[in-house]
């Protein structure tokens, strides 16, 4: 009887009858596999976590200005011995992080229940946003600035991390995030 | 220029060997485990660095290590095995002679010259830019040349298989159609020639771009073009391996395919869909639209993984069956229960079959869902998944393999019977727990290519739970478990090989293709004839092992939903 490392028996092997179990199996994996399929549709109408599709073309220099703008307006006070503004914004309003070689900057300090229109973008390689110990994680891209609304839930100290290796000090490219009251 | 029709039949299998064909089987296979061994020896030293108790490698000398790690397995080691796996396909399979040998020899050499030029660029230390290598950060220029002359020489490869299988349709050497491997193997080919193709797109411009003769690499455009590479390539593994699953189940038990229009359907799903996956590592990148990426992620309606739940539903039913028919038909699994366990051919590539689908296909899923991604992007889930997919499953898919092509191939005497014996559990079930506990590290968010997880020295370190620790200490200590049984398979092959005892063939004759080398012809059943038995069930067994995966699977998938819907409201 021909194996599967043989050419099979009958010429016209593609009319073989396929056995019900076959049917069975391959009827229930492709139930599951619509079901998985018309999940993620189904969370961009009624669940609250999706990644937005905002994102524009941008410059280092521009997205700078603009960070620099934000940080002159509502630095609240600065922190550790490299003088790292913190920013708190009013609730609703534009927050710009910059990603570079190896620091996030300035500091955020969020509102808990709020939103924000978080603005995302590195100065020279790729980075990775990683909040922890929330675990969202982003890809940043030099050139791309990308625009999530993000409610922050509860009060806290977060950590930002970068989990796109980004050279040898990649390790020391971390950051915190504060949501107060 | 005489055509070489010098042919072996193995006493043993009665399988026939076409001497060119045999000779690069030998010498891919040799590459591959050469890399295997490097690429082994780098990850014995990325473990014990990323090992916090530890911590072995300075930051520079880890990056480097993980990035001639990944290359190493992930490229040499898996593309070489693979090249001798399609001339085997091709060539042996049908029972013809390879086309072009001198343009195989052509390629294999531009491989191995690829392997070397891309591994001293590493080795230089300036560019420890990892597997993935992403612009804008740059690499020295001979390492994109290493990996350029590299693919040109499988591109080479693919065409020498596609140049046998029309040598053998031409000479008549099979009737019908091809054998379900040999399909399975015409799938990872085409796969390949896509990927490659993507890898010029690609890896051209950037190798210009490393020398000075572009001024510019978009990084978003770089990610979507290499991943077509990328991920496509790791997509001609699951095709190679799903083939050899189907071979040794044939080798081993007899066993013949359940349904060829079921099982090559699948094959050509693969084809259709496999290349969309590639998408999934883009889900967390700016500038493209979530309907790109639900489409493309899904593989179109995850037809793709539809094939893959087919392919793990046909490869133990066509055993059970077999086992079945040979009388072992109590209960639900006594045909699994009186398999053959200490076989390492058959126990390698069944681990590979449990580990691939269960740990590996699922968490490939998960992760490739569009939000579902947010969780866990370039956290050490990342390589947990595929380390079950291209380790547990390529890899012990491909050393079960081994230990068949040994006797038939080298003409040698496995050495070291009892440590070949144990060989696959110690690997699979070490790399199993390694990987189930890197994506338990990465479900707590640990970031995947980190030197130092306990951030010391930082400005703003941040603190990981106790239970990361823990997750990374026991995958550490998985790890090397996994890498002892790494090594055992190199020294029973490589003793194998060069001190094993030898195979005496009284019968060894080398005769031609014309006279009498192609298989008598064999009679064309007319009539339907198949498995398909009303009434009852052809393989309950495996149905109910099937139903196993698809309830893990579910829950698994809503447990990571339930997961996401706590986590911070974005949009």
Not at chain 1, 111 to 121: F, I, N, P, T
Not at chain 2, 171 to 199: D, N, Q, R
Not at chain 2, 366 to 375: K, Y
Not at chain 2, 431 to 451: E, I, N, Q, Y
Request: hydrophobic residues 50%; proline residues 5%; aromatic residues 14%.
């Amino acid at each position: 009887m021909p194996t599967a490392i043989d050419p099979p028996k009958n010429r016209v092997w593609w009319k073989d009858p396929v056995d019900k179990v076959e049917i069975t199996w391959i009827v229930l994996a492709l139930i599951w596999c619509l079901i998985m399929f018309f999940m993620m549709p189904y969370w961009h109408v009624y669940g609250k976590q999706n990644l937005s599709n905002e994102a524009y073309r941008s410059t280092p220099e521009l997205f700078s200005r603009k960070t620099q703008e934000m940080v002159d307006k509502y630095t609240v006070r600065t922190e550790t011995d490299q003088k790292i503004p913190v920013v708190h914004p009013p609730a609703g309003s534009d927050v710009y992080l910059i990603a570079r070689l190896w620091q996030w900057w300035p500091l955020v300090e969020l509102e808990a229940g709020k939103s924000y229109r978080l603005h995302l973008m590195s100065m020279d390689w790729l980075h990775g946003f990683s909040l922890q110990p929330e675990n969202i994680n982003i890809q940043v891209h030099p050139g791309y600035e990308h625009v999530l609304t993000v409610t922050p839930t509860k009060e806290g100290t977060y950590s930002i991390v970068c989990n796109e290796y980004c050279g040898i000090n990649h390790h020391t490219m971390t950051s915190k995030l504060y949501v107060v009251k | 220029m005489a055509i070489n029709r010098m042919f072996r039949t193995c006493p043993s299998t009665g399988l026939q060997f076409h001497q060119p064909a045999e000779a690069l089987i030998r010498w891919n296979a040799v590459a591959a485990v050469v890399s295997l061994l490097v690429g082994g020896i780098l990850g014995l030293l990325v473990v014990l660095t990323r090992w916090p108790a530890l911590h072995l490698l300075p930051a520079d000398a880890f990056y480097q290590a993980l990035t001639a790690h990944g290359l190493n397995m992930l490229v040499f080691w898996i593309i070489f095995f693979e090249m001798a796996v399609l001339y085997f396909a091709a060539s042996t399979l049908l029972r013809c002679r390879l086309a072009t040998p001198h343009m195989a020899w052509l390629g294999f050499w531009l491989m191995v010259a690829g392997a070397l030029l891309n591994n001293y660029a590493v080795w230089r230390g300036d560019s420890s830019v990892m597997f993935t290598s992403y612009a804008p950060m740059g690499a020295h220029p001979t390492f994109y040349l290493g990996l350029i002359l590299f693919a040109v020489g499988a591109l080479i490869g693919c065409f020498v298989f596609l140049g046998t299988l029309a040598v053998a349709k031409a000479e008549k050497t099979y009737v019908g159609s091809v054998p379900l491997v040999t399909f399975g193997a015409l799938t990872a080919c085409i796969i390949a020639i896509f990927t490659i193709a993507s890898g010029a797109i690609i890896l051209i411009p950037t190798f210009l771009w490393s020398v000075g003769l572009v001024g510019y690499i978009d990084s978003l455009m770089y990610r979507t073009v290499w991943w077509a590479f990328g991920h496509s390539s790791q997509q001609i593994n699951v095709s190679a391996h799903v083939a050899v699953w189907y071979a040794i189940a044939a080798i081993v038990f007899g066993a013949r395919p359940m349904n060829e229009k079921v099982s090559r359907g699948a094959f050509l799903l693969y084809i259709l869909f496999l290349q969309l996956a590639s998408a999934h590592h883009l889900l967390a990148d700016p500038g493209l639209t979530s309907n790109w990426k639900i489409f493309n992620t899904s593989y179109a309606f995850y037809l793709a993984v539809l094939a893959s739940m087919v392919h793990g539903f046909t490869v133990p039913g066509a055993i059970e069956l077999a086992q079945r028919e040979k009388g072992y038909t109590k209960g639900l699994f006594e045909w699994l229960r009186k398999a053959p366990w200490g076989n390492p051919v058959f126990s390698g590539m069944f681990i590979s079959l449990v580990g691939f689908g269960f740990l590996g296909g699922i968490s490939g899923v998960v992760l490739g869902t569009e939000q579902l991604n947010l969780l866990m992007h370039n956290t050490f889930y990342v390589p947990g998944h595929f380390h079950a997919t291209v380790v547990v499953g390529t890899t012990l898919a491909f050393m079960a393999l081994t230990y068949f092509l040994i006797p038939v191939l080298f003409r040698r005497e496995l050495a070291f019977p009892k440590l070949a014996q144990w060989q696959p559990y110690v690997f699979g079930i070490g790399m199993s727990v390694f990987s189930l506990f890197m994506m338990g590290a990465g479900t707590l968010g640990v970031p995947r290519r980190h030197w130092d997880m306990t951030m010391a020295g930082n400005l703003l370190p941040h603190e990981w739970p106790g239970t990361a620790y823990l997750m990374v200490g026991l995958m550490a200590l998985a790890g090397i478990l996994a890498i002892v049984g790494g090594a055992i398979y190199i020294l029973v092959t490589v003793w194998s090989v060069f001190f094993g005892k030898r195979i005496e063939t009284p019968d060894f004759k080398r005769v031609s293709a014309r006279d009498g080398a192609a298989p008598a012809p064999q009679p064309v059943a007319v009539s339907l004839t198949g498995h398909g038995s009303a009434g009852h069930m052809a393989a309950p067994g495996t149905f109910v092992l099937a139903m196993v995966l698809l309830v893990s699977f579910v829950l698994y998938y809503f447990v990571n939903w339930r997961y996401l819907s706590s986590v911070w409201p974005l949009s």
